[in-house]
């Protein structure tokens, strides 16, 4: 099992930039695909962003590609989501998740149903 806590969430202006991290417990962190997603006020969560066991492979929505980055240090049993020029319609929970996969590519984690573990999000507001 793996327990995910984000951090880094806020209050920004449109056009800023916000860094979320989300640290993981245990020690199987490399054996989980990462992923970010997010859910807007009355909306549905949607996928923003995966990443590979290794960090070799990521793959972005296109609402974000571009503008966003994943990364992760496996070392640190954290995944990171830089988000860049941002805008209203980025303004929402954003949850960080894990998928148990035995293959190290990011199609393990591109769909919300592939995912095991969830944390609890954090609030992200962009200010037009």
């Known amino acids: 099992q793996v327990q995910l806590v984000e951090s880094g969430g806020g209050l920004v202006q449109d056009g800023g930039s916000l860094r979320l991290s989300c640290a993981a417990s245990?020690?199987?962190?490399?054996?989980?695909?990462m992923g970010w997603v997010r859910q807007a006020p009355e909306k549905e969560r949607e996928f923003v962003g995966g990443?590979?066991?290794?960090?070799?492979?990521?793959y972005y929505a296109d609402s974000v590609n571009g503008r966003f980055t994943i990364s992760r240090d496996n070392a640190k049993n954290t995944v990171y989501l830089q988000m860049n020029r941002l805008t209203s319609e980025d303004t929402g929970v954003y949850y960080c998740a894990a998928a148990l996969s035995g293959w190290d590519n990011v199609r393990a984690c591109q769909v919300l149903s592939q995912f095991d573990y969830w944390g609890q999000g954090t609030q992200v507001t962009v200010s037009s």
């Open positions: 245990g020690r199987t962190f490399s054996s989980y695909c």
């Open positions: 990443i590979s066991k290794s960090g070799g492979s990521t």
